[in-house]
């Protein structure tokens, strides 16, 4: 990845300031991150040795509001991976309407290999070192790929230690004893069934008894599954990498999850035809299909076979440029990831209101919350999308997406003045 990623992270913003008329000058301002902090992590290991890690947080654009996006541990992350990362957190908070700018954190440490001490030391030595260019007005992180609510939970006491006194807003997605919210757990997933009921009302007729595959059943999947099902939907096949289940019949969803939760396979559920690959659910007789495992998944080589009319992205880029081209010429039509899965960054957001005035609202509150916040978010992407096709069909949903994204960013930085 590396280079390659974050050249076309650039390409990405460069053809969005194309298509959207701005000047050449928001693309110069959003090519390079305000600022880059590269900070050395000691951390005594349990057998007496010295480890030192390298860490980084790139603080992207802070235009909208202080830098969010969360903290990757994970052996094999670049600085270039990173600033990569911050630079699609800064295009995803504007798309989502709320006040924050971009960042990500990284470690490059495999946490599966340290002990539980050492984690904590390290989490604990990451806040020491970036002490001062984080804080809930400043930078706010949150987990990702090797991170979870208990290391946030290490990280806001670490903060708070060094601060005098209990900072709660400065890291989201804690443990709900710790300021967190209860709705975090599953708030990509319904996020992603928000937007996928709206779409099949706008694409589709509506959402009751519509088909849908999951491909991919871990934290994003299973919950749009479960979500979509209580709005009506029917759930064909869902998969993981031990396999596919299909039943055409609908399969029972809490079931499902039960099953994966107790033997880790969702193969393992007891009803439905098995199938061996795990692509499976991108084939077979659906309207809406939704991508939630991995990255680019839809590609030329398997496009064709491709039949829901609905594509919701809940994984990051499970979708080829080429294939959905190929998509959108069938006649389909694509939710990008940036637009469907922000529901993690959205409670994010919601979780961080309640933590700046310590006043917390219940669950369902929450979750109606969130829903107006998705809902409204996939219908200012919708009304854009049809407006640009009217005047050039091949536009897709994801450049509607990303040229509203920039015009938030755009109008801020202009009235600014840095523009
Ligand atoms: P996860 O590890 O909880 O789940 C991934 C699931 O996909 C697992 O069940 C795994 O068995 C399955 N899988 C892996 N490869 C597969 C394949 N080729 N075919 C079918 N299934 C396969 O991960 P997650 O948090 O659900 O993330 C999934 C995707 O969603 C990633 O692209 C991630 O970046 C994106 N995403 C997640 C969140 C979030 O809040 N969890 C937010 C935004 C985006």
């Known amino acids: 990845m590396g280079n390659e990623f974050l050249e076309n992270v650039l390409k990405t913003i460069k053809r969005g300031v194309e298509i959207g008329g701005f000047p050449e000058d928001l693309y110069k301002m959003l090519s390079k991150p305000e600022r880059i902090v590269i900070v050395k992590i000691p951390v005594r290991m349990d057998d007496g040795r010295l480890e030192v890690f390298e860490g980084y947080r790139v603080q992207h654009n802070s235009a909208l509001g202080p830098y969010k996006g969360g903290i990757r541990f994970h052996p094999q992350v670049t600085l270039e991976d990173d600033i990569a990362l911050a630079t699609l957190m800064t295009l995803k908070n504007s798309l989502a309407g709320i006040p924050y700018g971009g960042g990500k954190g990284a470690v490059r440490v495999d946490p599966k290999k340290l002990s539980p001490r050492e984690l904590e030391q390290l989490s604990r030595g990451y806040v020491r070192a970036l002490y001062r260019v984080l804080g809930d007005h400043i930078d706010i992180p ?156 839809i590609t030329l080589e398997n496009v064709d076979k491709v039949k829901a009319k609905l594509i919701v992205e809940g994984a990051n880029g499970p979708t080829t440029p080429e294939a959905e081209q190929k998509l959108y010429e069938k006649g389909s039509i694509v939710v990008p990831d940036f637009l469907a899965n922000a529901g993690g960054v959205v409670m994010s957001y919601l979780e961080w209101v309640e933590n700046l005035q310590w006043y917390f609202w219940d669950e369902e509150e929450t979750r109606a919350r969130l829903e107006k916040i998705m809902r409204n978010n996939f219908l200012k992407v919708y009304d854009r999308f049809e407006k640009m096709r009217s005047e050039k069909p091949k536009v897709t949903m994801r450049d509607a997406a990303l040229v509203l994204s920039l015009e938030r960013l755009y109008h801020a930085m202009k009235v600014r003045g840095w523009l």
């Open 142 to 297: 949150a987990p990702d790929i090797g991170t979870n609510p208990q290391i946030m939970a290490w990280m806001v006491d670490e903060y708070s230690k060094l601060e005098g006194y209990n900072v709660p807003g400065v890291f989201t997605a804690k443990p709900p004893v710790l300021w967190g919210n209860p709705v975090r757990e599953y708030a990509t997933g319904f996020g992603l069934a928000v937007v996928t009921r709206e779409a099949a009302e706008k694409y589709l007729g509506g959402i009751e008894g519509k088909r849908v595959a999951i491909q991919g059943f871990g934290n994003t999947g299973q919950w749009h599954a479960y979500w979509l099902q209580k709005m009506g939907a029917k759930i064909v096949a869902i998969s993981d990498t031990s396999g596919t289940v299909y039943d055409p019949e609908g399969i029972d969803v809490e079931l499902a999850m039960k099953v994966k939760k107790e033997t880790g396979k969702v193969i393992n559920y007891p009803k439905g035809e098995k199938i061996p690959d795990p692509k499976a659910p991108l084939y077979v007789d659906a309207e809406i299909l939704g991508p939630d495992a991995m990255e680019n998944q």
